[in-house]
């Protein structure tokens, strides 16, 4: 049974960081895109960046310069490092894995990933 497991959420003030993780089991997805997504309170889920096969990363303009997304193969994890925190980061994240490596519908498509974790909540406060 494949599972991804963020942790690393928390309250923090605002110009802070946090460094979240995801921790794959069942399969690995070392090799395979993974993204990062959030959800605000009465907000849609947005793409914040994703790590494609070759290891590049994207990210969204809101987080661009900001965020970065790494991953430990050996590990079968990966991160995201948030730094210059701001409230409107404030939103829980939730990582994804997409399981067939195309990224059928493109990297900002939620409906692209076939694997998401339960989420983990960010909150920055000002």
């Known amino acids: 049974q494949v599972q991804l497991v963020e942790s690393g959420g928390g309250v923090v003030q605002a110009g802070g960081s946090l460094r979240l993780s995801c921790a794959a089991s069942g399969r690995t997805f070392s090799s395979y895109p993974m993204g990062w997504f959030r959800q605000a309170p009465g907000k849609e889920r947005e793409f914040v960046g994703a790590i494609r096969r070759s290891d590049s990363t994207y990210y969204a303009d809101s987080v661009k310069g900001r965020f970065i997304i790494s991953r430990d193969k050996a590990k079968n994890t990966v991160y995201l490092q948030m730094n210059s925190l701001k409230p409107e980061d404030t939103a829980v994240y939730y990582c994804?894995?997409?399981?067939?490596?195309?990224?059928?519908?493109?990297?900002?498509?939620?409906?692209?990933?076939?694997?998401w974790g339960q989420g983990t909540q960010v909150t920055v406060s000002s």
């Open positions: 994804a894995a997409d399981g067939g490596g195309i990224l059928r519908l493109g990297l900002r498509d939620p409906s692209s990933y076939d694997y």
